[in-house]
C-alpha cells in the first residue's frame, strides 16, 4: 500500500474547501438584503472554471425576471419573452451596449457579456422595467438574503471582497477590500450609504 507522507496530507488539508458565510451590513448596522457578494481570490489556482451553460434573464409580466442577474464574465444571457406583447431590451451601460428590437418569444442568439461592471437594462416600450446584470470577474458569487448573508464553498485564503447594491448613489460603482478568510463566518460593513429603493409598479392599464 502506498504511504502518504504527514506533510502531504497537511498541504491537502490546507487546501480544503469549506463554507463560509460572510454577513452584510449597511451603515446603520441593519442586514442589508439584495446585495451582489463575490470574492476574488488572490491566488488564481483557486479560480474554477465557470458554467457554459447561458443564464437567463425573462420578461414576464411587464418585467424583468430577475430583477438582478450575476454571472461571470464572458457568459451568455439569453433573453425570453414570456409575455403575448413585444419588448424592446436595451443597456447603454459601459460594460456592455446592445440592443434588442422589438420581439416575442425567443431572441436568436444570446448576448456576451465580456467585460466586467454593472449592466442597466430597460425596456424602450415599458418605461418602468428596469433591471441589472452584474458581470463578476470570479466563480464565488452571491446575493445577500433578507439576513445580508451568502455562503461559499471556498479555501482559506486572501481574496478581495466585492460589493454592489442598487442604492448605491453611483450603480456603476464597486465597493471592495481585501480580507483574509481563515474562519467560517465573516462580518462587513459598508462604507457608504444606501438610499432607498423606490419601487416603479407596472402600468396595468398600458396595453402594449
Request: charged fraction near 20%.
Amino acid at each position: 500500500m502506498m504511504k502518504i507522507s504527514v506533510a502531504l496530507i497537511l498541504i491537502l488539508f490546507a487546501f480544503k474547501s469549506y463554507a463560509v458565510t460572510i454577513t452584510l451590513f449597511d451603515q446603520n448596522q441593519k442586514p442589508l438584503s439584495n446585495a451582489v457578494v463575490w470574492l476574488t481570490p488572490t491566488n488564481k489556482v483557486l479560480m474554477k472554471a465557470p458554467s457554459t451553460d447561458p443564464f437567463i434573464m425573462m420578461q414576464k409580466d411587464r418585467q424583468f425576471i430577475p430583477h438582478i442577474l450575476v454571472v461571470p464574465q464572458n457568459a451568455q444571457v439569453e433573453f425570453p419573452n414570456a409575455d403575448s406583447i413585444m419588448h424592446h431590451v436595451y443597456s447603454f451601460s459601459k460594460s456592455k451596449t446592445f440592443e434588442l428590437k422589438l420581439y416575442r418569444e425567443q431572441p436568436q442568439t444570446a448576448i456576451t457579456f465580456d467585460q466586467t461592471g454593472v449592466v442597466e437594462l430597460g425596456c424602450n416600450i415599458h418605461d418602468w422595467m428596469l433591471s441589472f446584470i452584474v458581470v463578476v470577474d470570479s466563480p464565488f458569487y452571491a446575493i445577500t438574503n433578507e439576513n445580508g448573508n451568502v455562503s461559499f464553498n471556498i479555501e482559506p485564503d486572501n481574496y478581495t471582497l466585492n460589493i454592489w447594491h442598487e442604492g448605491f448613489t453611483d450603480f456603476s460603482q464597486v465597493e471592495s477590500e481585501s480580507i483574509q478568510i481563515t474562519e467560517n463566518n465573516f462580518s462587513y460593513s459598508l462604507k457608504q450609504a444606501i438610499k432607498p429603493i423606490v419601487a416603479i409598479d407596472v402600468d396595468e392599464f398600458d396595453d402594449y
